[in-house]
């Protein structure tokens, strides 16, 4: 054996109105990264993969220096990155605990500085009061956490938000009731899942949970808004309540990544900076002629953590 991968079905929606199954090829693993002599062998699972799936996308693949991502330019696929959005909940662990931002001895002592003498927490502190003064003014909205997307009635609202806001999007991963129960069971105690509703009406619905360990981060806790979906005009609520619910779970950073530039800009607007994104979308050739022209399509569609590398169990 000298390879392999994986690959998932799952129906999407489409700028045509349709829903479609499509492929999502992801953790190809190719003895070609340590031995030459097998450097086709990636190019081969890519191929196969292809003639299971036609309509096939990648998702995540650690930035564009990676070899996937650099053979999918090559080979034509259309591409982009997924914007990726941060909350500093505690300043000073971030400060402290940053380990991509403490490259050097002096950006240490920079950041120390910084922690120890308060400035990082009361700059922090002033930027998030100028979003809460720049935020929407909304309605309230009842958040609360739910143990199953199951449950009778929750299940209904969500069927329900599903058929009226999928509109919004020109491409998402199909979330239905049925698809969420599928990917969020109850047995995922990891994650937590919040429906959002005014006047007993679901308006959207977030899943949280944290960030498995990764050595950039240090010894922070780092949480992650996973997946979400809104009615129109409802994103800001729904971010709001997720964010409030991980604030509440001890998270020292939230981390998040939004294709769709109304999600982006809740984000923002919730107290949120952008960053730079390694996750990036790419589409085999006969995906992006469904998806055509990609640059007026892109904006607008819908893909979170949870459709990419991290898949729901393990992001």
């Avoid at 505690?90 to 922690?115: G, Q, V």
């Avoid at 619910?245 to 900076?273: M, P, T, V």
Wanted: with cysteine; net charge positive.
């Amino acid at each position: 054996m000298r390879g392999g991968y994986a690959l998932k079905t799952q129906d999407f929606f489409f700028p045509d109105g349709q829903i479609r199954s499509i492929g999502y090829y992801h953790h190809p693993l190719s003895e070609g990264i340590v031995n030459k002599a097998h450097a086709m062998v990636g190019m081969l699972l890519l191929r196969d993969a292809m003639q299971r799936a036609p309509l096939l996308y990648c998702l995540g693949m650690g930035g564009y220096e990676h070899p996937l991502p650099q053979m999918l330019v090559r080979l034509g696929w259309a591409h982009c990155p997924v914007p990726f959005f941060f909350r500093v909940v505690n300043p000073e662990r971030f400060l402290r605990n940053m380990e991509t931002l403490r490259s050097s001895p002096w950006r240490k002592f920079l950041l120390d500085l910084a922690a120890y003498s308060g400035a990082g927490w009361g700059a922090s502190k002033l930027f998030q009061a100028y979003r809460s003064l720049q935020a929407p003014r909304t309605q309230a909205a009842e958040c609360s956490e739910v143990q199953s997307l199951e449950v009778t009635g929750v299940a209904d609202s969500l069927q329900s938000l599903w058929d009226q806001a999928r509109q919004t999007c020109s491409f998402t991963a199909v979330r239905d009731a049925e698809t969420l129960r599928l990917l969020y069971p109850p047995a995922q105690t990891q994650l937590t899942r919040i429906i959002m509703k005014r006047n007993g009406a679901a308006i959207g619905w977030a899943v949280v949970g944290e960030r498995r360990k990764d050595s950039k981060y240090g010894n922070l806790r780092v949480g992650s808004v996973v997946d979400c979906f809104a009615l129109p005009g409802e994103w800001f609520s729904v971010v709001q309540g997720a964010t409030q619910i991980l604030e509440r779970q001890g998270f020292d950073l939230i981390l998040s990544n939004q294709s769709h530039h109304c999600w982006g800009e809740a984000f923002k607007a919730a107290g949120y900076l952008p960053g730079r994104s390694n996750f990036i979308f790419a589409a085999s050739k006969k995906l992006a002629a469904l998806l055509a022209p990609f640059d007026a399509v892109r904006p607008r569609m819908h893909l979170t953590r949870a459709d990419g590398d991290g898949l729901p169990a393990n992001f």
